[in-house]
C-alpha cells in the first residue's frame, strides 16, 4: 500500500489547533527508529505513539486518540445512567428551573465556543477608530468586526502569497499599517476561535513576525479593501517638501557616531548601530521608537517617517564590483524583528529590542 504524502501545509492547517492543546501533556524523545512521543491523559494514564519524524508522530498520535474516544463515550454514558437512576424525583418547579438552566448554558457555550482564544495587539489609536467604524457600520460588535477583518487579511494574505513575494508583501502590509494618521497607540485583545488563532500565530512565526505585528498589518490590510472605511488622508495635515528637507537635515545631523544619543533616548540602549539602520529608513521600527525619536529631533512624526521613506527609496546603488556574486541592495524595508535578529545580539538584548514593538 502507498504511503500518503504528508505536506508541510497539510500538517499546520490540519493539526495546528489539536496539538496546541495538547503540547502541554507531550514528552518527545528521539530513538534509533525515530521520535517517540508519550502523551499524559487527564486520568493519568498514557497513551505512547512511535514515528519516522513529528508529521507522522501527529497523525499516529491522533490515530490513537480517536480509538480511545468511543471506549471514553460509553463509559460517560454508563456513568451518567447510573447516577440518574440514583437521583430522587424533583418537583416540577425544580425541574423546570434545571431544565431552563441547561438551555441557557448551552446557549452561552454555543455563543462563546468560537472566541476561546485572544490575541494580543498593539496598534495605532486611528486603526482602532477604523475598526469601530466598520462595526458600527455593519451593526455588530468590535470584536466581531476585527475578528471578521483579522480572518478576511489572513485569507488575503494566503490568496496573494502563492504569487507573490512574501517578504515584499508583508512589507507593504506594515506599510499599511503604519501610514495611520497620528502617533498615539493602544494595547487591546482580538477573541476569536482558537483555529484561527493557531493559524495566525502559527503564520507570523514562520515569517518571522510578532503576532501583534503581523496581527496589525493583516487588520491594515483587510481595512484598505473595505469601502465602508473613511480614507485617513482627509484627516492628515499637509506635509510640504519644505518640512521634509529639514526633517532630512536633523535626521543627517545625528547619523553616524553622534547615532549613540538618540539610540538611549529611542530605548536602544547604546546600539548606534540599529539607530542608524532606523535613520536611514531602511527599518520599519516600532512605534513608539519612532516617536522618541521624532520628540528628539523636535519634529512631527508624520513628517519624520515620511522623510524616513523617502531617505529609502532615494539611496544611491552602490557603484562597484563584487568580489564574489552580484552587489546586494535592499528593495524593501526590513520589519523590525528581522533587523534586530541579524545584528546577533546578547539573548537578553534581544528579546528587550523584541518588545518594544509590543
Not at 457600520?137 to 488575503?156: H, K, N
Not at 504569487?163 to 515584499?168: G, I, P
Not at 512565526?205 to 505585528?213: A, D, H, L, Q, V
Request: aromatic share 4%; glycine share 4%; net charge positive.
Amino acid at each position: 500500500m502507498k504511503k500518503p504524502s504528508l505536506k508541510l501545509a497539510d500538517y499546520l492547517n490540519g493539526c495546528a489547533s489539536f496539538l496546541a492543546c495538547l503540547k502541554p501533556y507531550m514528552h518527545l524523545t528521539r530513538t534509533s527508529q525515530g521520535v517517540r512521543c508519550r502523551l499524559t491523559l487527564p486520568d493519568g494514564s498514557c497513551v505512547d505513539v512511535q514515528g519516522q519524524d513529528e508529521p507522522h508522530i501527529a497523525l499516529n498520535l491522533m490515530h490513537a486518540l480517536v480509538n480511545l474516544m468511543p471506549e471514553a463515550q460509553r463509559v460517560e454514558q454508563k456513568e451518567q445512567q447510573s447516577v440518574s437512576t440514583k437521583q430522587p424525583v424533583a418537583n416540577s418547579q425544580v425541574t423546570e428551573t434545571i431544565m431552563h438552566s441547561d438551555v441557557k448554558a448551552k446557549q452561552m457555550d454555543e455563543a462563546t465556543r468560537k472566541a476561546r482564544e485572544q490575541i494580543g495587539v498593539t496598534t495605532k489609536v486611528t486603526l482602532l477608530a477604523e475598526i469601530d467604524a466598520v462595526a458600527e457600520r455593519r451593526g455588530v460588535s468590535r470584536a466581531t468586526a476585527a475578528r471578521e477583518l483579522l480572518q478576511d487579511g489572513l485569507a488575503r494574505f494566503n490568496q496573494e502569497s502563492r504569487s507573490k513575494n512574501t517578504s515584499k508583501l508583508l512589507a507593504e502590509y506594515e506599510r499599511k499599517a503604519n501610514d495611520f494618521f497620528g502617533a498615539k497607540t493602544q494595547s487591546w485583545s482580538i477573541r476569536a476561535d482558537r483555529r484561527l488563532v493557531m493559524k495566525t500565530r502559527l503564520t507570523a512565526g514562520e515569517y518571522e513576525r510578532t503576532t501583534s505585528s503581523f496581527v496589525t498589518g493583516l487588520l491594515a490590510e483587510a481595512l484598505s479593501h473595505n469601502v465602508l472605511v473613511v480614507p485617513t488622508q482627509e484627516q492628515n495635515p499637509v506635509i510640504t517638501d519644505a518640512s521634509l528637507v529639514l526633517a532630512v537635515e536633523a535626521i543627517n545631523s545625528v547619523r553616524g557616531p553622534k547615532a549613540k544619543a538618540i539610540a538611549v533616548e529611542a530605548g536602544l540602549g547604546e546600539n548606534r548601530t540599529l539607530a542608524n539602520l532606523i535613520l536611514s529608513g531602511s527599518v520599519f521600527a516600532p512605534a513608539r521608537v519612532m516617536r522618541k525619536m521624532a520628540d528628539f529631533l523636535q519634529l512631527q512624526l508624520d513628517v519624520f517617517s515620511v522623510a524616513l521613506e523617502r531617505r529609502f527609496r532615494s539611496q544611491p546603488i552602490p557603484a562597484f564590483k563584487a568580489t564574489s556574486g552580484k552587489p546586494e541592495v535592499d528593495l524593501q524595508r526590513k520589519p523590525w524583528a528581522v533587523a534586530v535578529k541579524e545584528l546577533e545580539l546578547p539573548a537578553d538584548e534581544e528579546a528587550r529590542l523584541l518588545q518594544l514593538e509590543g
